[in-house]
């Protein structure tokens, strides 16, 4: 049933407030997505991938910048909103005095060209209906030419065509801003389709707008009917992995962070970054996810792109890549945007991509290894090239680096890294041993103990019981808490322990995980003033390890918590200010949504994703 939701359009000063991050809805066809806000606006949509230039980037300006509106025309009210079950066609239902519509907002999944299909629905009495488009080009920058009126417009500037088939007529008198207002009486329907294409493209055929979203509707619930999963918390772990399945880059198989760039990890600051790219830290955690759900046909695509991503000299190696598995992603600055609540300055590319981050070898050698643990079928290269990585790596591992969190100051010996790079040997000892692969295991094994003292004498602080972030630091960091799912420590070691419950006082902000302590001298390590949300997926990471100690129940608790905090559609984003009481960062978030996943199997079983990788790495640990 929908819920009760608070409208938008709230006012400041005579200043209309943008939506709040959680007040939108994701909508997709596995290669780009749009966000839908409460108020019936599109104010976010890339064509035609993730990562192409926006032609509605009202997200971070304003209207000028690009949206497409489709409400009641005068005063109303937003009466609720959902998904279909199981599906990824959003339906909003608005009210005025003189009944009620419903707007059903979808992107078919792609044949040929992008589709977004908005059907406005007479549900009670007769209601005035306004839409007004307003289509920009290149992030809100270029204003299309508008060549004909109608029932069919074509909006095209450049390389980029815009066609918007209609059953009603829109008033081009603006030509930057056609208008239409119509009457849906209940019972009725109005339908529009909005198509891009290449400029030199000739029109689209025909789409029936009825029947796409009923095919949609219909391919979204027999995706999601093939989920292994059956516990408690069902309805999240479907919705997490339909939106997992929406982020995912059909063609190639990769999976961006977010189909959004520069929402901000703290309002009005400068923690804004592109994340519509794929990022190799969350590799085994994807990999699991996908597997556990039951969807080994995406978790072998994923596997097929980081093996096509990573592919060449591993000394360029990158922690992210385009959808593609382009390494190219150069950053700039887009002045002409206000920011979403006056952040900037907004970005677009991501200057990370070029940083040296150890902990990306271990992943992949991690992701690779858990992949053929599971019996997604070996492939030789897969073997020749982590023979590769590892060559590399023996001679690399010592040197300090950027760190998970891909720090932008001076590069340090990150615990984190440090940790990765053990994993990575362990794992290659493990293909070896487990699967008898060709290696120099005896050599690999001196490797792995070597790394494991180094980091228990340089990163472990024994006055204090806890790992810190890099070695010499007095600081925590989150990261810490991945030391027992890799298997480097038990969870019943007393150092996790030590270290687990000194993230719980000081990282922890109304029980939710800071990714590290911010102040003056964090600064020193990250080239950014201090101030951000609570990162979503470490917290995940600590309900973890709650279950791995036995605090089950703690574990759960903080779990559920966590479920509370996803908005009335079920989607998270990367952070929440607690103390604003509201989503920072970008959204929605693939890792939060994967941690999800995978704290959810956790809890289900004792053998779930986060124990059986922790059992991988379990081995007979060198003497103190």
């Known amino acids: 049933m929908f819920g009760p939701r608070p409208g938008s359009g709230r006012r400041e000063g005579g200043r209309e407030l943008p939506l709040r991050i959680e007040d ?3 909508i997709g066809d596995t290669q780009t997505a749009a966000l839908v806000g409460t108020d019936g606006g599109i104010d976010w949509l890339c064509l035609p991938r993730f990562d192409s230039g926006a032609c509605f980037a009202a997200l971070l300006g304003d209207a000028d910048n690009g949206r497409w509106s489709m409400a009641p025309a005068g005063p109303h009210r937003m009466l609720g909103r959902r ?10 239902e608005f009210g005025d005095d003189e009944g009620a519509i419903r707007v059903v907002d979808c992107m078919p999944i792609r044949d040929r060209a ?3 299909v908005r059907r406005v ?9 306004r839409s007004r488009l307003k289509v920009r080009f290149d992030y809100g920058y270029v204003i299309p030419w508008l060549p004909g009126d109608g029932h069919r417009l074509r909006m095209v500037a450049g390389p980029d065509a815009v066609h918007l088939d209609s059953d009603v007529e829109f008033d081009v008198d603006d030509p930057t801003e056609p208008v239409a207002e119509f009457t849906v009486a209940e019972g009725q329907s109005v339908g529009f389709r909005l198509t891009w294409t290449p400029s030199t493209a000739p029109e689209p055929r025909d789409l029936d707008i009825g029947r796409a979203i009923d095919d949609t509707d219909e391919w979204w619930r027999e995706w999601a009917g093939r989920c292994d999963y059956g516990g408690e918390y069902r309805e999240a772990v479907i919705r997490s992995l339909i939106t997992l399945k929406a982020l995912t880059y059909a063609p190639s198989g990769g999976i961006v962070a977010a189909p959004t760039t520069s929402l901000p990890e703290q309002l009005g600051g400068v923690r804004n970054w592109d994340y519509r790219y794929c990022w190799i830290r969350d590799a085994t955690f994807t990999l699991l996810a996908l597997l556990d759900a039951g969807y080994e046909e995406e978790a072998a695509a994923w596997r097929e792109w980081l093996l096509r991503a990573v592919a060449g000299h591993p000394g360029q190696m990158r922690i992210m890549y385009g959808i593609e598995g382009e390494r190219r992603l150069p950053e700039n600055e887009l002045d002409w945007l206000s920011g979403y609540a006056g952040s900037r300055p907004v970005r677009i590319g991501n200057e990370a991509a070029r940083q040296w981050q150890l902990d990306a070898y271990g992943e992949i050698m991690d992701a690779l290894h858990q992949a053929r643990d599971r019996g997604i079928p070996p492939d030789e290269q897969a ?7 590892m060559e590399f790596l023996e001679s690399r591992w010592d040197e300090p680096d950027n760190g998970i969190w891909e720090m932008r100051g001076p590069r340090r010996h990150f615990t984190h890294s440090k940790v990765m790079a053990w994993t990575a040997v362990d794992r290659a000892v493990k293909a070896v041993e487990d699967f008898e692969l060709s290696g120099p295991v005896e050599k690999w094994k001196r490797l792995r103990d070597e790394i494991f003292d180094e980091v228990c004498a340089k990163a472990y602080d024994g006055e204090r019981r806890t790992f810190t972030q890099y070695y010499g630091s007095s600081g925590l960091d989150a990261s810490l808490l991945l030391m027992t799912s890799v298997g480097f420590l038990s969870a019943d070691d007393e150092r996790m322990e030590g270290t687990v419950a000194a993230i719980e006082r000081e990282l922890c902000e109304d029980g939710f995980v800071q990714r590290y302590a911010m102040s003056a001298w964090s600064r020193e390590v990250d080239a950014l003033p201090p101030g951000e949300g609570a990162f979503l997926p470490c917290t ?17 608790a903080l779990f559920e918590r966590l479920l509370g905090l996803r908005n009335d559609l079920g989607l998270l984003a990367e952070e929440y200010d607690s103390r604003a009481g509201r989503m920072v960062g970008n959204f929605p978030q693939a890792l939060s949504h994967i941690a999800l996943v995978n704290t959810a199997f956790t809890l289900q079983t004792s053998h779930g994703p986060t124990q059986r990788r922790a059992e991988t790495g379990r081995h007979e640990q060198p003497p103190e």
């Open 114 to 116: 992008p589709d977004l």
């Open 121 to 129: 629905e007479g549900v009670r009495g007769r209601v005035r209906v």
């Open 83 to 92: 998904y279909r079950d199981d599906s990824l066609v959003l339906e909003t």
């Open 383 to 389: 073997w020749r090239l982590q023979r590769a990585l």
């Open 24 to 26: 939108y809805a994701l």
């Open 540 to 556: 995940f990471w600590l309900a973890d390890n709650h279950i791995l100690q036995g605090r089950v129940e703690e574990g759960r």
